[in-house]
Each structure stands twice: as C-alpha cells, then as structure tokens.
C-alpha cells in the first residue's frame, strides 16, 4: 500500500470540422493525464490534429499534420520492465516482508543488518525518482497540391515530414540503509533529435479513344533525414536539490 494505489485518468477530446464546395477543415485535439498506480509517477499527453483541402479550379492543395507532447515523470521501469529488477516494480517483488518502509527515526528503512538482504526500499526509490522526467515531442504529416493542365494532364506533388526530439532527466540517490549501501549519488541525461522527409512528385498523361486507352504515369522521389543522441551524466553532487542537478564541474565529479 505504500508504493501502490488507485490513480485517476483523465481524458479529454475536442473535435470541429467544417467546409463548403471548395473547402474542407477538421481540426482536433486531446489531452491525457495518467496519474500512476505507484508512488510519485505520472503521464501526460497533449496531442493537435489539423487536416485542410482546397481547391481552387485547376488547383488542389493540402496537408495532414499532426503534433503530440507526452510528459513521464518517476522513475523508469515503473511504467514498464525496462530496468527489470532495477525499477521500482523489481525493487517492491523483491522486498522481503521483514523489511519496514521507515525505521524508527522515521527515514527509509533498508537491509542493512539482515542477512542475505540487500535491495533498495521501493518507496525510496519512487521518491528520489519523483522529479525524473522523459519527454517525447514530434511533429509528422504531409503537405499536397495537384495542377491539372488538362483534363488529360496532372502534376502531383507531395512532402512528407517525421520530427521527432525525445530527452530525458535522472537522479540515483545514496542508498546507506543497504547492506551493500551505496554513497554515491547521480544524474544522468540524454537526448534524442531525428527528422525524416521524402518528397514524391508525379505528372500523369490519361487519354482516352474510343475503347482504348493511353494512359502514362511518370514520377520522382527523394528522400532524406538525420538523427543524433547525446548522453552525459555526473556522480557525486555537492548539493542533491534539484535546482543544482546539472551537469558542471563546479556541482560534482563529471
């Protein structure tokens, strides 16, 4: 019951659409709140969807674009088994029923002293995680227009589009309670930026005689995109508070 609990979840969506002969227009949005069954963990998503189509004579233009924001906070391995036994899921199975959540001085209770024991306290683990934070943000969708020379004679062209930028912020506390305890706290970070394009262009020649039919379709495409990671971490901060978690040589041991 210390770790583990009920959690509310919100989910809230907005839709309008709307168009005429030489129009059309549907915008929606969404926002997610997941509050999380263990201790100080939660997850948020917000998300817009615009989706537009003209046509003006001979003209045709559009695009589909879609933006999402998602917020984690608490530690990793806690919405899923990433970490195994290093979470706070593998941590709270791991527990044996003689170890308390707090000692007598009323701070986080561990194995220290009994035999063949040694994991973190789940509850410790969930709280020094609390202010951990992963982000995912990305922007796809795709922008059209079509010209129709002729009505035998029709360009098309399309850009397609994938950005993506993912970053995330950790902090291992001490653990001194453990048998093996552990004085040595830590931060950690990375980030992740990708982007991804292609652009297809095709002009179509369809002409009918009679019966029979010519119809003759050329087209091109490129494509391209990039990513790159960053990752860096310092231990032995001079100050834990979460106004001094950067990554500098005044702060800690990089």
Known sequence: DAVWG?????DMNVDVSGGSDANAYTVSGNFFDQKGTAAYTDYRKGSLR???SFNRGKLNFGENASLSLGRQYGGTGTFDDTNGEGGVLGKDIMTQPVISVFDVAGNYAGGRGVPGVNNTNPLQLAAAQ???ITKYNSVFGNAYASYDFFPSFT?????GFDLRQNSQSGFTDITPQNNEANFTNSISEWDYQQYNWTWSNTVRYLKGFDRHAFDLLLGQ??????NRYVQGGMASLLNSNI????IQDALGDP
């Open 6 to 10: 009920s959690a509310p979840v919100l």
């Open 50 to 52: 615009a989706n537009t």
């Open 130 to 132: 609390k202010d951990n």
């Open 155 to 159: 360009f098309k062209t399309n850009l």
């Open 221 to 226: 495409e490129a494509v391209g995109g990039q």
């Open 243 to 246: 106004d001094s978690r950067y």
